[in-house]
C-alpha cells in the first residue's frame, strides 16, 4: 500500500503560480509512476504530468500544461512537486497526487485526497 497526501493549493489570480507537492508513505520503493491528474467541475478527470518508470522514467506532460507546469521529484525521495506558472482560469480543478505499483501502463491504484486550484481571471 502506499499513501499520498497532496498539499500546496490554492486562489491565485491569472498568469501567477502555485506549487503543489505530494508525500507518499508505505511501499514507495515499488511505484512504477507518479504524478498528477486533476478533474474541474463537471468534466472528467484527466492526466497532467507524471514521471512513468514504465516508460523508461519518462517525464509526460498533458499538451496544454507544456511549458507552464513542471513536475520534479528532488533527489529521488518520495515527495512530488507540481510547479504551475502562467496559470490560466482554465487551470481550475482539484488537483490529485497519483501512484502505481503496477506495470499496466495508464493504471494508477493510488489516490492523494486531492488539494483546489482556483485560477481567478
Known amino acids: 500500500q502506499v499513501q499520498l497526501v497532496e498539499s500546496g493549493g490554492g486562489l491565485v489570480q491569472a498568469g501567477g503560480s502555485l506549487r503543489l507537492s505530494c508525500a507518499a508513505s508505505?511501499?514507495?520503493?515499488?511505484?512504477?509512476?507518479m504524478g498528477w491528474f486533476r478533474q474541474a467541475p463537471g468534466k472528467e478527470r484527466e492526466f497532467v504530468t507524471a514521471?512513468?518508470?514504465?516508460?523508461?522514467?519518462?517525464?509526460q506532460y498533458k499538451d496544454s500544461v507544456k511549458g507552464r507546469f513542471t513536475i520534479s521529484r528532488p533527489n529521488a525521495k518520495n515527495t512530488v512537486y507540481l510547479q504551475m506558472n502562467s496559470l490560466k482560469p482554465e487551470d481550475t480543478a482539484i488537483y490529485y497526487c497519483?501512484?502505481?505499483?503496477?506495470?499496466?501502463?495508464?493504471?494508477?491504484?493510488?489516490w492523494g485526497q486531492g488539494t483546489q486550484v482556483t485560477v481567478s481571471s
Open positions: 497519483a501512484a502505481t505499483d503496477t506495470q499496466n501502463p495508464g493504471r494508477y491504484d493510488y
Open positions: 508505505g511501499r514507495t520503493f515499488s511505484m512504477y509512476s
Open positions: 514521471f512513468d518508470w514504465r516508460s523508461g522514467g519518462n517525464i
